[in-house]
């Protein structure tokens, strides 16, 4: 009979519960209180107040952030990113995010994985997927903002450019066609841009750390797209390895 040397993994979930809800379990007090902070750093319209709730600990934002639409759409996409970027500098790795509930207008469950010596310093960009035709790079330098355009570009999908904060550093890319809500051929033609996206990202050092479904559908039988979270080594240099966690 073979003997299995004893081990524990520490795994931690935060969820998006409603519209305005953060559920976070399984965490210690120390990083409840960081990724506070992180909300309150991050997030313009604050936190309206905590509880407990089960065995979880529950922040009620103000504003709707997984409405994902309006005055919310940056701002959401910035504070999962600053929480996201908290939890890794402290051992908490994405592990998964799944959906486990069928309820309508449900978003993702988020677990993290505890690792002893944290990750090297990062950097990070979200990118999110916006109305029927939408590119939006939120965070990104002007040389990956000029690498997405030429790829857009290349694939004759660029129909206009702008920004859409500047003070928050969302760029927006209008594409041509419908390509999150396509059909047919498109369908193909929308999955090929996510590929050369990535390969985008890879080339400058940006590897996919996290998408998650974060955004509430519009009313029954609609859904929204993932938003994408990207990391890359601050120690990276053009030409050099690509960071993976």
């Not at 065995?55 to 996201?84: C, T």
């Not at 702008?162 to 890319?173: C, I, M, N, V, Y």
């Amino acid at each position: 009979v073979p003997t299995y040397a004893p081990f524990s993994t520490a795994f931690a979930s935060l969820s998006l519960h409603r519209s305005d809800r953060i559920r976070c379990l399984q965490f210690p007090t120390s990083d409840i209180d960081g990724i506070r902070a992180a909300i309150k750093g991050s997030y313009p319209f604050g936190i309206q107040r905590e509880q407990p709730y089960g065995p979880s600990h529950e922040f009620k934002l103000n504003s709707y952030p997984w409405s994902g639409q309006g005055r919310d759409a940056i701002p959401s996409r910035i504070v999962m990113r600053e929480i996201l970027a908290h939890l890794y500098r402290n051992g908490w790795i994405f592990h998964v995010s799944t959906d486990c509930s069928k309820k309508e207008l449900d978003k993702d469950t988020i677990v993290f994985r505890k690792q002893q010596a944290p990750p090297p310093e990062a950097e990070w960009i979200a990118i999110s997927f916006n109305q029927s035709d939408r590119l939006r790079l939120i965070g990104a330098d002007e040389v990956l903002t000029s690498a997405v355009r030429e790829v857009l570009k290349s694939m004759r999908l660029l129909q206009e450019e702008s920004w859409k904060d500047q003070s928050l550093g969302a760029r927006e890319f209008k594409i041509h066609g419908r390509p999150w809500v396509a059909s047919g051929e498109q369908t193909m033609s929308t999955r090929l841009l996510l590929l050369r996206l990535l390969e985008c990202l890879e080339k400058h050092g940006l590897s996919l750390y996290a998408s998650i479904d974060q955004s509430q559908g519009q009313g029954e039988g609609t859904s929204e797209t993932d938003s994408w979270y990207c990391v890359r080594d601050k120690a990276w240099v053009p030409g050099g390895h690509v960071f993976h966690r």
